[in-house]
């Protein structure tokens, strides 16, 4: 309901619903994602605001042999201990990612013993397979842009996933994958001059399998907002 007492329109009810119920797919079917319904999903993201209508956002499309070529690169550098090129997270933020492994590893997921380090190595490789997904998208902006820009680009993709889950097909965020951006620039010609931020999975879930659906706890939203009178 509005806050003047109406009904809420259809389209509010469910942009609601696709807010709500969102999350991070990590199991994926082979099957194709159509290549119009992609492009839909692209030309309607399009039109979403950015800092004096730049635009920053850069997406590669990859799939096929392509995608197979960028994760064997990838699994290579894995396998090699080569270090990621992410910045660490914060201790007073450590809580988050914690409980997001539990999630992820323990029985609400890939349920895996912690002392099977080797199945937990296999499981956390899945990331560079794209959790099996036949799409992966690398997200990218200009690195002569300002830090300021890349809120642009989280517009721009929270559009883009909510209009590709509106029309049945799952996706996970990446940042994993940007960590090896050498590999992803050799495989995909991306110049220098492009900071990768991100890559994204994308596909029908399999929910047949663990990853399909994995819970992640959300904090009270006052707790993230404060509101300041007189």
Same mark, same amino acid.
């Given at each position: ?17 696709? *807010? ?102 296999? *499981? ?107």
């Amino acid at each position: 309901m509005a806050p003047d007492g109406s009904a809420t329109t259809g389209a509010t009810q469910t942009l609601t619903s696709l *807010a709500r119920t969102r999350h991070s797919t990590r199991a994926y079917k082979p099957d194709p994602v159509p290549r119009p319904l992609l492009e839909e999903c692209f030309e309607i993201a399009q039109h979403v605001s950015s800092k004096s209508n730049l635009q920053p956002w850069r997406v590669t499309v990859v799939e096929g042999a392509a995608l197979q070529r960028l994760e064997k690169s990838l699994l290579a550098a894995v396998e090699a201990n080569e270090a990621p090129q992410i910045a660490p997270i914060p201790v007073k933020y450590s809580k988050y990612r914690s409980a997001m492994g539990r999630s992820i590893y323990g029985p609400d997921g890939y349920n895996i013993p912690r002392d099977a380090r080797e199945q937990l190595e296999t *499981a956390r490789q899945r990331n560079y397979t794209f959790f099996d997904a036949p799409i992966g998208l690398i997200v990218a902006m200009d690195s002569a842009l300002a830090k300021v820009d890349v809120l642009s680009v989280g517009l721009y993709l929270q559009m883009l996933l909510l209009l590709l889950q509106e029309r049945g097909v799952s996706n996970c965020i990446e940042v994993s994958v940007a960590g090896y951006p050498r590999q992803i620039r050799e495989e995909l010609g991306i110049p220098e001059d492009m900071d990768i931020l991100c890559g994204v999975a994308v596909g029908y879930a399999d929910q047949t399998k663990p990853g399909a659906r994995i819970p992640g706890e959300r904090d009270d939203w006052w707790s993230n907002v404060n509101f300041v009178g007189n």
